[in-house]
């Protein structure tokens, strides 16, 4: 028996030790692990500086910084998330916000902000600063023009954003526990909830619900530490109460025609081509073309040409565009510099008020996507004089395509009286292949997507007074422009055929000449009134013709009719 007693010691030593081996595995698969995350890690800092932004309820892909105690975005953030009115003048170290009536300015680097219409102001931190070449916007200033709330946490930094106040549903933590980064009790602590504290509910599943904390931590808890669930109503911020940009209306249809003047003797022709018209009531003379990069240009006003379009009961809405033969205008030049912009609005309307114009109507075309923001910002600081002096200002526009968008038709909506739609062109002159210059298809597309974006009675379509005979011959496409009666003249010389071409809604025709194809789809009575009924449709303000001269008179019957509404 003496020689037993060892053998059960061992066995149960053994016992002892197995148990104990089991039971360490059991614990440490059923108990809840201690580990806590690296938090810069979780919020993805890389730079001491860097602040991770929560908007709403998810941690969005850009960084704010944290300077001198002070949180900024970078300029991009600004425009995506909060208010796209800022404009930065990297060429003249400014940093702008624009209001139906006054211009706001800080010189890039400084503390202090001016308005156009007289004051200045301290704030006590730099509102807009360099890091390298991004541009980054103290979050306190965009809130003085902007509506939305945010709050800074430290340790590490991360800030929390709303800029919406829906309702939301909430839970109350009913025993001090852990946030952890997934749901599983071995998934790293990301910080501590305490009893009574509330979360946000985000997602909800059978054993763990995706919550975020009162300072902004999105993770996991377990479902039995939160109460039932409730809803809460945050309390929106509505400290800044947006300026309303008014516009001038028309109680009538428009009907714009514009009158192609090259030379002062130009003016003398306003009667004649009128003389056939119907139902114009507003001519656009194209008097100002850009000069330079200085903001100048030339003039082609006369008092006398008003004088005789208002005896008619027009009104004048001069053009301005920036065709011009020198090579040397820089429209990103002339546009995003605030000195040139300013000298150039300065002048135009020097010049309105000095011919008594009643609109003037921007021809800006060919301009680079670099100037885009540029061009929106001329417009919205043109339209502060032009408001405050009762001038009707108008845009003229491609119709809506991707290429196009920076020339901000929305914002244009919003700042300027009436938004033009070029409704031409769908096949031009460096064309590959040829084509309408404008089907009907074309035509609705560009009246749809800008209705999308801009208020209909804002919106006037333009139509062409002009059809291009296209000839192809081998690989080369040529074209040359002609008005209504020569087209059909030229129709009649050749002995063309034509027929309504349902795709299109024009007449076409076409004929063989040796090695030469030649094509013609008509601008025409019918192809224009198809047009106008589609204007219709979309109740739009009105047409616009480009351009006086190249019309058959019989054309004016028809939208004679449109404007007069029948």
Known sequence: ?????????????????????????????????????????????????????????????????????????????????????????????????????????????????????GGAMDTGYVIARYEGDVLYVAAEYVKKYTNFSYKLFSEPYHVQVDTEWNERQVADILKDTQVRYQGGIKSDILTDVGEGDSVIILEEMENWTKVKTQNSYIGYVENKRLSEKYSEEPVPVTDYVEPEYTSISKDYTINLAWHAIYSMGGNDTLNEVLMTTQAVNTISPTWFILTGNQGDFTSLASKEYVSAAHDRGLEVWALISNITDTETLDMYEILSRTSVRSRLIDNLIATALEYDLDGINIDFENIGVDAGEGFIEFIRELSIPCRANGIVLSVDNYVPKGYNNYYHRKEQGVVADYVIIMGYDEHHGNSEEAGSVASINFVEDGIADTVAEVPPEKVINAVPFYTRIWETNGTDVTSQVVGMDMAQEYIRNHNIVTNWDETTCQNYGEYQSGNSYYQVWLEDGESIQVKLNIMKKYNIAGVAEWRLGLESPIVWDTIAEYVNGN
């Open 1 to 117: 028996m003496k020689k037993l007693i060892p053998v059960f010691v061992a066995i149960v030593l053994i016992l002892i030790v197995v148990a104990a081996g089991f039971g360490t595995k059991l614990i440490d698969k059923y108990s809840y692990s201690k580990e806590r995350a690296d938090l810069e890690e979780y919020f993805g800092l890389l730079e001491e500086d860097d602040v991770a932004i929560i908007m709403q309820d998810a941690q969005v892909e850009e960084y704010a910084k944290i300077w001198d105690g002070i949180c900024y975005f970078d300029f991009a953030t600004v425009h995506k998330y909060f208010n796209d009115r800022f404009y930065e003048d990297k060429l003249e170290n400014l940093l702008l916000y624009t209001t139906p009536d006054s211009i706001i300015r800080t010189e890039i680097g400084t503390t202090v902000y001016s308005v156009s219409t």
